[in-house]
């Protein structure tokens, strides 16, 4: 028993080593080890057949060569393996074809303009605060300084809803209603959806608005002009001055008007700036003493400025899209680049 | 407001070259957009140099606050005060009288001086009326006005050269040599020069003759006393009208005229006799004739300059610029401001009447960094001493933040629409029949399409799922995050905001069943993200616009915060939907409000579960949760989980039934499970089963 035993072992591990296939590799395991007939297994049943006193020794040595055979045979599986994959006429991975892509979605390029927009001015401390779509007069315009039958009102065509309620043609009456209900300092930003009865090729009566506001003692135009300063050195790189031109709005004094560099041409002149190499990005100033008396802050102690940067503006810059109305198409051959 | 070159380079008495000036204006706040060359000669004009090089047209966008810009002398004396020149000085000239007396002639009586403070006439007889001169026609023309003839021309012609608004009557005309100024009373009518018939109201203010209305005060002259060809003697009016009143009236009749749009900003009150002198003048000029001697001139109420306390410390308060007093006060003497000084450097700043935006330190602060440049704003940051206290609008924003990236990682791709919609989208999305109550309408919307906010996100999806099926986009996955407006159709109802999520999935080769599913599926993967643990997807009533019994309602406490189900293909249909439509929308305030709870891990199980699957036949009517909770009712030991994932209809299973399958896993938590043991178990709930009707098909199988 003791010699078949070791004779198997011994066939066993020579075929294995000559084994020249895979597959071949299989009948040679199937001949060995198959539940039926396979040599081994028959060999096992055997032992069973054994004088008690003979088991327990070439129980052990049928163990040992099993093992010995089946650890021969995963090795040569190895071998043979890496031998089809590397071998002259081994299937390739053709690694050029194109990847599979999972299904994902993609984020509207205005609210990721409007996220980056409010992250570069939470990073300088402000905060954010929100207010109604449908808004007072009061709020929309009496309390920034524009009472009614105020001419700086033709410059914000309005929807009315009712006689005293309109859709807010700006995020400023966030401004007052914040100043309204706390005190300085106060520095806050509005992101929002505004309205203006108006649309052309280059107007959506539809867009949005990041409204900003200081509020302290001390604060002056120079310290507006340093935060916006900031605000497009963080939003387009560094390298793009930001310009001041004495502008109106009613809700503040001195009220500006910001340009900053071109992006597409840093300056020298090209069509996206129409050759000045500037564009116009934002409306600012100081906040309007009527507008501190409107909400009972003392316009003697506190000062403060505000500031209104359009969203879309700064979405066809930094993504250099030519038309406004492609922002509310929702057409996915545009969605899909972002 | 556009203004000639050759006639501005003529009054501001400058040599500039007109880009330089524009330049210098657009740098302080008088921005010109354009700068036009004028391809015909220049005319002489006469009394003026002689036109240098070729002419220029400049567009100037005059801001609102700067009504004395609104003339070609004004914009003039803003050039002169630019260029550092002093103001010129304009001492009226010398009018030739010849006539009568203008006493004799006509009489006039302002007797609303609220709505008329200050009303001037002259009276010019024996003229003859015809064309203007070519160099008068040419700069009204190029100005934007239509040459008439040379009495109206003339009264154009001034009201572009200083900014006051003249009108003309015909004199012979007035019934009973009169003229009343007053605020209407009551409803009326008057044929404006334009030839429409004008409602008159309350409050209007109107030029009357012995017995008729005139002219709409500011605003436009009445057909009855036009000039015309026979005319021969004329009354010259020019006056300052209320800006509120003469901007309701041309609201109200949606008439802005020249004249119209300079009484609302404002005109100079102390240079209505000077425009009124030059226009009589050049009337005589032009049309001959004399001027009858003396003028009306009704100013009940004197209007004084306002003195301002200025302390020049201000001007580096409010803008961090430094400016001496000495360079304050030359700013301010330049642009023709009246100072008197006072100790430590202060003034007493009275602004000239044609500045009537000026009215506080602030103002004049804004004058001398305006002129000195806004290049000299240093650009710094501030210190700030703000603490950042919690507020309720942050963690919204950021869970708003979650929503939109939970659902892209979904794969839906965020739109953005308009937020607007038809009453006949209205009226799809209404149940049929019904009337668009409950949207909030706009009283003056763009077009129809625009009309009313849109009461759900439904109709802006399917609209972007329409745009791109006309581009050969059949399936999509889209979400839009953004307010929804209801209420407000009575006096009484506040029309009310709501923010919502909405997603639309249209799949056309998924059945509708999968897509259904899908759809479930990201709302309860968006819920379970968003810590919402008493969210619950509950049969119950739908909009109209799901189909009934293809559909769940979200709650979260209990109370109603979404939808979602089968959009109905009547309505998918309309947008060229080309299979089934899936949406869901949900409230975001209920979801948003809730605190971010840090997650508590549970251990994990130390020994290994046991999985059965189980399969068998029920009415088509049971549901898989109504045997789900079945099961679990049943508290079978070592069930950790029974949840249905097949579904099976066919011959051999029968009309009227259905296969399900519903997977089990057991788990003891401090030992393996037995063979009998799970075995045990099993047989509970195939008793269960048996109990409520279910037919077991085949031997369960063990993974
Ligand atoms: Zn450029």
């Known amino acids: 028993m003791e010699e078949r035993i070791a004779e198997l072992r011994r066939l066993a591990e020579r075929e294995i080593s000559a084994a020249p296939s895979l597959d071949a590799l299989e009948r040679l395991r199937i001949k060995l080890f198959g539940r039926k007939g396979g040599a081994f297994t028959e060999l096992t049943k055997s032992v069973a057949t054994l004088p008690v006193e003979a088991r327990p020794l070439n129980g052990r040595l049928l163990n040992e060569a099993k093992n010995s055979v089946t650890n021969l045979l995963e090795t040569r599986h190895r071998e043979l393996s890496r031998a089809l994959a590397t071998g002259p006429t081994a299937p390739q991975i053709d690694t050029t074809f194109p990847g599979r892509r999972p299904h994902i979605g993609r984020r509207h390029p205005l609210t990721l303009t409007m996220d980056l927009l409010c992250d570069v001015f939470l990073r300088m401390g402000f905060q954010v605060r929100q207010g109604p779509e449908i808004e007072t007069d009061y709020h929309n315009f009496e309390a920034l300084n524009m009472p009614p039958d105020h001419p700086a009102r033709d410059m914000q065509d309005t929807f009315y809803i009712a006689d005293d309620k309109v859709l807010r043609t700006h995020t400023s009456p966030v401004q007052i209603r914040t100043m309204l209900a706390e005190r300085p300092p106060i520095q806050m930003i509005a992101p929002g959806r505004v309205f203006r009865r108006d649309s052309d090729l280059s107007h959506s009566p539809v867009f949005h608005q990041v409204e900003g506001l200081m509020a302290d003692r001390g604060i002056h135009m120079g310290h507006l002009k340093g935060i916006l300063q900031r605000f497009v050195e963080d939003v387009f790189g560094t390298g793009l001055a930001l310009r001041f031109r004495p502008s109106f709005f009613p809700f503040v004094e001195p009220g500006a008007e910001g340009d900053m560099q071109c992006v597409a041409c840093r300056g020298a002149g090209c069509g996206v700036c129409g050759g000045s190499g500037w564009v116009e990005i934002l409306g600012a100033g100081m906040v309007h003493p009527r507008v501190f008396e409107n909400v009972g802050y003392d316009p003697k102690k506190i000062t403060g400025f505000a500031f209104g940067i359009g969203v879309e503006r700064i979405a066809m810059l930094l993504h250099n899209v030519g038309n406004i109305r492609l922002f509310y198409e929702n057409d996915m051959r545009f969605l899909e680049q972002f | ?703």
């Open chain 2, 1 to 703: 407001m556009k203004v000639l070159w050759s006639w501005l380079r003529e009054l501001a008495d400058v040599e500039a070259r007109p880009d330089d000036v524009a330049h210098r204006l657009t740098f302080a706040g008088l921005e010109v957009e354009e700068i036009k060359p004028i391809e015909e000669p220049t005319p002489t004009v006469p009394a003026a140099p002689p036109p240098a090089g070729p002419d220029h047209l400049l567009e100037i966008n005059v801001t609102p606050n700067r009504a004395d810009c609104l003339s070609v002398f004004g914009l003039a004396r803003e050039v002169r005060a630019l260029l550092g020149r002093p103001p010129r000085n304009s001492r009226p000239a010398r009018i030739a009288e010849q006539g009568p007396s203008l006493e004799g002639e006509i009489e006039v009586s302002v007797v609303h001086p609220d709505v008329c403070p200050r009303y001037m006439g002259r009276l010019v007889l024996n003229i003859r009326v015809g064309e203007s001169p070519e160099w008068l026609r040419y700069r009204l023309r190029h100005m934007g006005l239509r040459p008439i003839n040379n009495v109206v021309d003339v009264t154009n012609y001034v009201l572009l050269e200083y900014g006051q608004p003249l009108h003309a009557f015909d004199a012979d005309r007035l019934a009973g040599r009169r003229i009343d100024v007053r605020r209407q009373e009551g409803e009326g009518h008057l044929l404006t020069l334009d030839g429409q018939r004008r409602s008159l109201q309350n409050g209007d203010v109107l030029i009357c003759d012995g017995e008729h209305p005139i002219a709409l005060g500011g605003i436009m002259g009445g057909l009855n006393t036009e000039i015309h060809p026979e005319t021969r003697s004329v009354f010259i009016e020019s006056a300052y009208f209320d800006a509120s009143t003469i901007r309701r009236t041309s609201k109200r009749l949606k008439l802005q005229t020249e004249s119209s749009y300079r009484f609302e900003r404002g005109v100079d009150i102390q240079g209505v006799p000077k425009a009124l002198d030059r226009c009589a003048s050049l009337i005589r000029e032009i049309a001959g004739g004399e001027i009858a001697q003396g003028r009306i001139d009704a100013y009940p109420r004197r209007v004084s300059r306002r003195k301002i306390l200025f302390d020049p410390s201000s001007v580096k308060r409010h803008t961090g610029v430094r400016a001496t007093a000495a360079e304050c006060a030359a700013t301010f003497e330049r642009l023709g401001f009246a100072l008197r000084r006072r100790p430590r450097g202060r003034l007493d700043v009275a602004a000239p009447s044609w500045r009537v935006d000026i009215e506080r330190e602030i103002d004049l602060v804004e004058e001398v960094v305006r002129v000195k440049g806004f290049e000299h704003i240093p650009a710094v940051l501030p210190a700030v001493r703000l603490v950042p206290r919690a507020h309720a609008a942050e963690p919204s924003r950021s869970a708003e933040g979650l929503v939109r990236d939970i659902l892209v990682s979904a794969g839906f791709q965020e739109v953005v629409s308009l937020p607007f919609v038809s009453a006949q989208i209205l009226h799809v999305f209404g149940s049929g029949g019904e009337t668009p109550a409950g949207a909030v309408g706009i009283l003056n919307p763009l077009s129809e399409d625009l009309h009313y906010l849109r009461p759900s996100l439904l109709p802006s999806l399917l609209q972007a799922l329409a745009t791109n099926v006309h581009h050969g986009r059949r399936s999509l996955e889209i979400f839009e995050v953004g307010s929804i407006h209801t209420g407000g159709t009575g006096a009484s109802t506040e029309p009310s905001e709501i923010p919502m999520a909405a997603g639309l999935l249209a799949a056309p080769p998924r059945p509708k069943r999968e897509a259904f599913l899908e759809v479930k599926g990201f709302v309860e993967t968006l819920l379970e993200r968003l810590n919402t643990s008493d969210a619950a997807l509950v049969a119950g009533s739908l909009p109209p616009w799901y189909v009934e019994g293809e559909g769940l309602v979200v709650t979260v406490g209990k109370n109603p915060i979404g939808w979602l189900g089968s959009v109905r293909s009547e309505i998918a249909a309309r947008y060229d939907a080309t299979g089934p439509v899936l949406a869901f929308e949900l409230r975001l305030e209920p979801l948003l409000q809730r605190r971010e709870v840090p997650r508590k891990a549970r251990p994990l199980a130390r020994f290994p579960s046991v999985v059965r699957d189980l399969s068998f036949i029920i009415d088509e009517g049971t549901t898989a949760e109504s045997i789900r909770q079945g099961i679990a009712s049943q508290r079978i030991a070592w069930l950790e989980e029974a949840q249905p994932f097949d579904e099976y209809r066919g011959p051999q299973i029968g009309p009227g039934k259905k296969g399900l399958t519903f997977r089990l896993r057991f788990q003891h938590p401090d030992k393996t499970l037995t063979e009998e043991e799970v075995n045990g178990a099993l047989l509970q709930v195939r008793e269960h089963l048996q109990t409520i009707g279910a037919s077991l098909r085949e031997a369960e199988s063990g993974i």
